[in-house]
């Protein structure tokens, strides 16, 4: 039988209106495959999509929509094909599909936690650059920066940094998409102006060096935990953060035995500082001074 071939390029929109119609007809989800890749059964004949709306109506719940809208910001393998096999079942009736203790709920819930956490790094972990004033004043810049997110977050997740700043004007640009605000509103572009990523990575950071003193001085090898930092700090960010090339290095050193004295032995190759003596302290002295001189009575 024919297998409706359909791509909604990654957009939710698009995906709920063939959704619609899909469901409309009565479309069962195994009749129906998103992407641009071989289908699965090699054997199947790509039938065209319904056209208009069909028979079928169903009453979704709108905390439905929520979640569907949240975990298709999820990229990786069936992506679109389980919201559909999720939306189907709950249309006829079986709400258990929405539930995280239910298989296919299980896998929602899960794409939803990821997409939660990939906004939560990217709140953590984007570095703006502020820019030159004359530099600024020609892109009409304040600050800018790159980032290379897992999933599709950027147009839900960028509105904490319109609330964060103010009315400074940013950028971010990633390889797939961009958003910018003038201090006033966002645009997003869905496919990243080429501009805009020249933009962000090559930006030069003035405080570079500063901030690279500062972070390798914090730096405690004592209390070094690879697996937490990594858990924290996935390694996949480093190469985008300034400090990002210090920490291998650091990690390597604690390693090597500086966790034990690596603190120790910095403090030890700088410089003393000579502190004035108090007037209560000088006086101190003196008279310990005089009571050594003075003879003992015998």
């Known amino acids: 039988m024919g297998v409706i071939a359909l791509d909604c390029d990654d957009c939710f929109a698009t995906w709920r209106d063939q959704a619609r119609r899909l469901l409309g007809h009565g479309i069962d989800p195994a009749e129906v495959t998103w992407g641009q890749g071989p289908m699965d059964d090699l054997l199947a ?165 500063l901030w690279l003193t500062y972070y390798r001085n914090i730096f405690n090898p004592a209390r070094l935990n690879p697996d937490a930092l990594r858990q924290h700090l996935p390694g996949r960010f480093w190469r985008n953060l300034p400090e990002g090339p210090l920490i291998p290095q650091l990690v390597g050193q604690a390693r090597q035995g500086k966790q034990r004295d690596g603190q120790a032995l910095e403090v030890g190759m700088q410089r003393g500082k000579q502190v004035a003596k108090t007037a209560e302290q000088m006086a101190a002295e003196l008279s310990a001074q005089r009571l050594a001189k003075t003879p003992a009575a015998g």
């Open 45 to 209: 004949v790509p039938a065209p999509l319904p056209e208009g709306d069909g028979p079928f109506r169903a009453r979704i719940p709108a905390a439905l929509l929520a979640q569907l809208e949240q975990a298709s910001r999820y990229r990786g393998e069936q992506r679109w094909n389980l919201l559909y096999e999720v939306l189907w079942r709950v249309a006829h009736g079986d709400r258990t599909a929405m539930l995280a203790g239910e298989r296919l709920g299980s896998e929602l819930h899960r794409r939803i936690k990821q997409v939660s956490r990939e906004a939560h790094h990217l709140h953590a972990f984007v570095r703006f650059v502020p820019l030159p004033e004359a530099l600024a004043e020609t892109l009409q810049l304040d600050l800018i920066a790159w980032h290379e997110p897992a999933h599709d977050i950027l147009d839900s997740a960028s509105g904490h940094f319109a609330e964060r700043l103010g009315h400074q004007r940013w950028l971010i640009a990633t390889p797939r998409d961009g958003i910018r605000y003038d201090g006033k509103a966002l645009d997003y572009q869905r496919n990243c102006p080429p501009q805009w990523q020249d933009w962000a990575r090559n930006a030069e950071d003035p405080g570079a060096e």
